[in-house]
């Protein structure tokens, strides 16, 4: 998926009714089936922006690990306190064109509502207010 001809990715994923069925794949695959992002490399250029700008953020690690086929997903360690169960987390999704959704820090109630982030600018000058909560 990462390395075969694009086109043999996509043709596999269409011929699978990938977007229809939900399969687990990287948010950048079901972006590239809709015409969303032009290349895989651009959906790989966004997961290296976003890692570039929260590595460099005290308090923020990256889980390598997700659901199935799902990269991993950033946590924001000081949010990771009582009561709170769940700490603010930062995912990439193919939802929206932002591409990533907030989790704030919560209490695991099951019904956890992301905050759709307009992109790498818009999650840069948001972080010190989600850092804050």
Do not use: C
Request: proline share 11%.
């Amino acid at each position: 998926m990462h390395t075969a001809p694009e086109g043999h990715v996509l043709e596999l994923f269409r011929r699978l009714d990938g977007s229809a069925g939900r399969l687990p794949v990287p948010w950048w695959l079901r972006a590239l089936e809709r015409g969303e992002i032009a290349t895989r490399a651009e959906g790989f250029e966004f997961e290296d922006a976003v890692h570039s700008l929260l590595s460099k953020r005290r308090g923020w690690i990256f889980v390598p690990w997700s659901t199935a086929g799902e990269i991993g997903y950033w946590e924001y360690t000081p949010s990771d306190r009582p009561p709170m169960t769940v700490p603010t987390t930062v995912t990439l999704t193919d939802q929206h064109p932002g591409w990533l959704n907030i989790l704030p820090a919560q209490v695991d109630s099951g019904r956890t509502i992301p905050v759709p982030e307009p992109g790498l600018d818009g999650l840069s000058e948001l972080l010190p207010r989600i850092e804050s909560w």
